[in-house]
């Protein structure tokens, strides 16, 4: 039974998914595997170029060089995308590393039944609005794509529009630990829309994507996702979405906290007109304008330095004191993700806890908690102990921890994701130690 339907919203943000009944949480909305993957440098040479499973005894292709494969079964499957870029692989040097960009835009341009089999022409693009990042990068596809292609006729109109549907419409490819491996080309997908809010996510189990509810989704209602990793700030979630998808985002969130940023400032005199009121934001520009005469606000009002800068940074402002602690918590997931690098158990706990606090709070419902929670749950069974006491006690908590997070990955995985079946099963061999503990 389909659950959405594609329904077109406006100009600027195309089409969406829409709920054609009351969807229940942890619903498996898509499943897919109609998808083309790139991987990255260092994830090529340890997953299957095909159906992405992690082997040390890959082969390569006999011919390229370049892609590898884990059987025959796999290169065969492959070899239906493959086929059509293999001979201008062959005139790359085997040790040399394709960006995905450039892989994609030759690929597609080698083969036209493949760009009309993946609905590249309806993908949005953003071409008209494309920032000096995505700018800056172009001539360097453009290269890439011609080298590989051996051919100085490729039109470079048509490698531009082609680079810019790709650049706004790749997803990150994650393995069954949720670490980025490359890029996948969903066209089924590439239809969701982006929320910082979101009530659904992306998973994947090897080439196959499933999009999960997080919450209840009444019928009529769009289905979102998050293009980034979440949870992050407001202003390093603006900046991340403008640069790497080449948008600024309207979602609820957004619009709630660009509120809070206008609410916190205090009534202002435009100095043009001597108007007394709350300024209006100009999204495109950053400004601040005065709603009676238009006029720019942060050049035309001298402030001092606190409230500027609560206004140029929303960060730092009074009324957002949550977003500070959202960088403060991903802060300190990064400081325990270093300390279990250095074996640093006890440390990494300490530092650990505290982020899960916040992660509960603000993130129970992304694979990713659920991951960390686990790594917390490992932490307990790795610390020292003086006693069987103790060490009873680390070991139920360690399970409590489990369960948390089985609790979270159920909100937001398929059941046989191989992180979700990673969990369970430490989880139940946990609760065997700790009975097994019991009866001597």
């Known amino acids: 039974m389909v659950l959405y339907r594609k329904e077109f919203i406006d100009d600027a943000t195309g089409a969406g998914l829409f709920a054609t009944s009351n969807i229940k949480a942890s619903s498996n909305i898509i499943k897919?595997?109609?998808?083309?993957?790139?991987?990255?440098?260092?994830?090529?040479k340890l997953y299957c170029n095909y159906c992405l499973s992690q082997s040390s005894s890959l082969k390569r292709c006999s011919k390229c060089k370049h892609m590898r494969y884990c059987s025959e079964k796999c290169q065969r499957?492959?070899?239906?995308?493959?086929?059509?870029?293999?001979?201008?692989?062959?005139?790359v040097p085997s040790a040399s590393h394709i960006p995905s960009l450039i892989r994609l835009c030759a690929l597609f341009l080698s083969s036209p039944e493949l760009?009309?089999?993946?609905?590249?022409?309806?993908?949005m693009k953003h071409e008209d609005i494309a920032n000096d990042k995505i700018q800056e990068y172009y001539p360097f596809v453009?290269?890439?794509?011609?080298?590989?292609?051996?051919?100085?006729?490729?039109?470079?109109?048509q490698v531009y529009a082609l680079y810019n549907k790709l650049v706004v419409n790749l997803f990150t490819l994650e393995d069954g630990q949720l670490s980025a491996i490359g890029s996948a080309l969903i066209p089924e997908i590439s239809?969701?829309?982006?929320?910082?809010?979101?009530?659904?996510?992306?998973?994947?189990?090897?080439?196959?994507?499933?999009?999960?509810?997080?919450?209840?989704?009444?019928?009529?209602?769009?289905?979102?996702?998050?293009?980034?990793?979440?949870p992050k700030s407001f202003l390093k979630r603006?900046?991340?979405?403008?640069?790497?998808?080449?948008?600024?985002?309207h979602c609820s969130l957004c619009s709630k906290q660009r509120r809070e940023k206008v609410d916190y400032m205090l009534m202002r005199e435009c100095p043009d007109c001597k108007n007394h009121s709350h300024p209006q934001i100009d999204l495109d520009n950053s400004d601040l304008i005065c709603p009676s005469c238009g006029s720019s606000l942060l050049k035309s009002i001298k402030m001092n330095d606190l409230v500027l800068k609560n206004i140029a940074n929303f960060d730092s402002a009074i009324s957002t004191r949550a977003q500070q602690d959202v960088e403060i918590i991903n802060h300190l997931v990064q400081d325990t993700e270093k300390l279990?690098?250095?074996?640093?158990?006890?440390?990494?706990?300490?530092?650990?806890?505290?982020?899960?606090?916040?992660?509960?709070?603000?993130?129970?419902l992304y694979p990713s908690t659920g991951l960390f929670l686990a790594k917390i749950a490992k932490l307990y069974l790795e610390q020292e102990y003086s006693s069987k006491s103790v060490y009873i006690d680390n070991v139920n908590r360690a399970i409590?921890?489990?369960?948390?997070?089985?609790?979270?990955?159920?909100?937001?995985?398929?059941?046989?994701?191989?992180?979700?079946?990673?969990?369970?099963?430490?989880?139940?061999?946990?609760?065997e130690t700790l009975s097994n503990q019991g009866q001597d």
């Open 77 to 91: 499957e492959g070899w239906k995308i493959h086929r059509s870029e293999c001979v201008g692989l062959c005139k």
């Open 191 to 230: 239809k969701i829309n982006h929320s910082c809010d979101p009530n659904c996510v992306l998973s994947f189990k090897g080439r196959t994507a499933y999009i999960t509810s997080i919450r209840d989704i009444p019928k009529g209602t769009e289905l979102t996702i998050s293009y980034i990793p979440l």
């Open 340 to 364: 279990i690098i250095e074996k640093k158990w006890e440390p990494a706990l300490r530092t650990g806890l505290k982020a899960t606090v916040g992660l509960m709070d603000w993130a129970q």
């Open 142 to 157: 453009l290269k890439g794509v011609m080298e590989l292609l051996k051919s100085s006729s490729v039109d470079p109109v």
């Open 400 to 431: 409590q921890m489990f369960d948390i997070s089985l609790r979270c990955l159920s909100l937001s995985l398929p059941r046989n994701h191989d992180l979700f079946v990673e969990v369970e099963q430490l989880y139940r061999f946990t609760q």
């Open 32 to 44: 897919t595997n109609f998808m083309i993957t790139s991987l990255d440098l260092n994830s090529s």
């Open 238 to 249: 603006k900046e991340q979405l403008h640069t790497q998808f080449n948008f600024t985002c």
């Open 115 to 123: 760009f009309d089999s993946y609905s590249i022409s309806f993908l």
